[in-house]
């Protein structure tokens, strides 16, 4: 979920993870290459947490390549789809899921435990990809700065009054904001949909490329008092840092659901190893860490290890819950993010 800035697109984190220095070659038949956005390899992430056990347990090697954002993740995926040099890949979400299945990157298989998933968290009954967590994309604000005492519409958010407070992040490159379009798309009617997108253009203090130069860069260090992020982060600044000033808007249209996924990139070096690794992520060890590292929610695992703070935070009833179908994002979301450019002046 939360990410950080990384100085290229695509980095190769060795070492944390238990792997061998570079100038200790790994037997090809030994090593799993996972592709990952970059705060699933933070030195917080949930993969710091988890890996190490992994490779113990299994002797296997995990070389992990990092990338700032999924789209950037996704394009890479696409480039090699004819020699492939991951076996498995984390952080692909409900947006890029039609992408994945139209460029044919991954393989289907049903991990162990996939039986217990709710169903309305799955992206298809093949298992083609396979989530591992859940969040939902909200404002996040400084209550110390601005306050929000009754819930808004997204057409309030838009309105004069909010003029550079602020800070989105890119569609099309940053999930957060591509969930944003979805979100727009799911809660308001065509005609609002159109105004909504041209007055935030002129409410938006900056549209950044990623999650952590929005908010860390950006809205912790006080340029504007509204960011996009994620309903759960006022539970972070709650449990981990003792602070409540960090608050969600309340939104009355409801929520948008981002489902975050992993699968199998078919034609894989490793497949046994890509298996057991998709099967580990959905064990409890896994899933009890997800509330703590990646600030989500886990699709299995044990509501009891969540954080108390989550107890303090805006959580999505059913019927707040938005959605848009998978065959508008299939068919329209091209031309969406077009128009969305334009509004935006990015070329």
């Known amino acids: 979920m939360e990410k950080l800035i990384f100085s290229a697109l695509l980095i190769c984190v060795l070492g944390f993870v238990g792997c061998a220095p570079t100038t200790t070659p790994q037997a090809e ?47 890479q995926l696409i480039l090699e789809k004819d020699d492939p040099k991951a076996d498995v890949v984390l952080g692909l979400d409900n ?40 969040g939902y994309i909200g404002f996040v604000y400084d209550s110390e700065v601005i306050d929000f ?20 992040e890119q569609a099309g490159l940053s999930s957060p904001g591509t969930q944003l379009l979805l979100w727009a798309k799911a809660g308001l009617d065509e005609e609002e949909y159109k105004t909504f997108w041209d007055n935030m253009a002129e409410n ?27 309903l759960t982060s006022p539970a972070y600044h709650i449990e981990m840092e003792e602070v409540d000033q ?15 996924g992993m699968g199998i990139v078919k034609g894989a070096d490793s497949l046994a190893k890509a298996e057991m690794f998709i099967d580990y992520m959905l064990t409890d060890e896994v899933q009890d860490q997800i509330p703590t590292t990646q600030w989500m929610f ?3 695992g ?46």
């Open 204 to 230: 938006v203090l900056t549209v950044t490329p990623d999650w952590s130069t929005a908010y860390y860069a950006m809205f912790m260090e006080g340029e504007a008092p509204i960011v996009l992020s994620y």
């Open 95 to 134: 947006v890029n899921y039609p992408d994945v299945v139209s460029n044919g990157l991954f393989q289907a298989y049903v991990p162990i435990g996939a039986e217990k998933i709710n169903e309305d968290l799955l992206f298809n009954n093949e298992f083609v990809m396979t989530p591992f967590d859940y």
């Open 302 to 347: 044990n509501e009891d290890s969540w954080p108390a703070a989550y107890q303090d935070i805006i959580i999505p009833t059913e019927q707040e819950i938005l959605t848009v179908p998978e065959e508008d994002i299939k068919n329209d979301f091209s031309a969406w993010l077009t128009d969305w450019n334009k509004v935006f002046n990015i070329e």
């Open 246 to 260: 960090y608050k969600a808007v309340a939104i009355e249209e409801g929520y948008i659901r981002q489902t975050e």
């Open 298 to 300: 886990p699709v299995l």
């Open 149 to 168: 005492s009754e819930p808004l519409s997204l057409m309030d958010l838009a309105g004069d009054e909010y003029k550079d407070q602020i800070i989105i």
């Open 29 to 75: 038949d030994n090593t799993l290459t996972v592709y990952a956005y970059d705060s699933l390899t933070a030195e917080w992430g949930l993969l710091r947490a988890i890996l190490t056990q992994f490779e113990e347990a299994n002797q296997i090697d995990v070389e992990v390549v990092s990338f700032a954002d999924t789209g950037t993740m996704l394009n």
